[in-house]
């Protein structure tokens, strides 16, 4: 298991721990933001949620980020539309995306699915290029689960 496997394994079973009992999914959402960030040191952590027809910024680590984003545009729009997870190495080369920061420069988002529906999005931003691979997405899918 590499060095980077190794840190989701042991922040998964964390994640299993701090959402055990609890049914609040913004409390969740901010336990899962701040782990994720403190851990892998990320520029960006943060959930969008799912209000109507937009994302609505929701718990998150980082700088301020951009409040409201619609269906299917940007990163994360798009993968809700998709409902896929969503790996991007250059956010500059990804048509339409909405730069909240210019300081970020690659992402990964990961739509929280239930009952067929994506009721949240899972937003990590990089101030590197290409940080994020399928390590990343295997273990940040398995972690919304429990959001």
Not at 80 to 86: F, Y
């Amino acid at each position: 298991m590499s060095e980077k496997a190794e840190k989701y394994r042991l922040a998964l079973a964390q994640v299993q721990a701090l959402t055990e009992g609890e049914s609040d999914a913004i409390a969740k959402m901010a336990n899962v933001a701040a782990l994720l960030h403190e851990t892998f040191a990320f520029w960006w952590t943060g959930f969008y949620r799912v209000v109507g027809e937009e994302l609505v910024l929701g718990p998150f680590q980082g700088p301020v980020a951009c409040m409201h984003i619609p269906f299917g545009k940007g990163v994360c729009g798009t993968a809700w539309e998709r409902k896929e997870t969503l790996v991007v190495p250059d956010v500059e080369a990804f048509p339409g995306h909405i730069a909240c920061s210019s300081a970020s420069r690659s992402e990964i988002v990961v739509p929280l699915v239930r009952d067929g529906k994506v009721v949240a999005v899972l937003d990590i931003d990089s101030e590197h290029l290409s940080t994020f691979d399928e390590t990343d997405r295997e273990w940040l899918e398995k972690m919304v689960t429990y959001v």
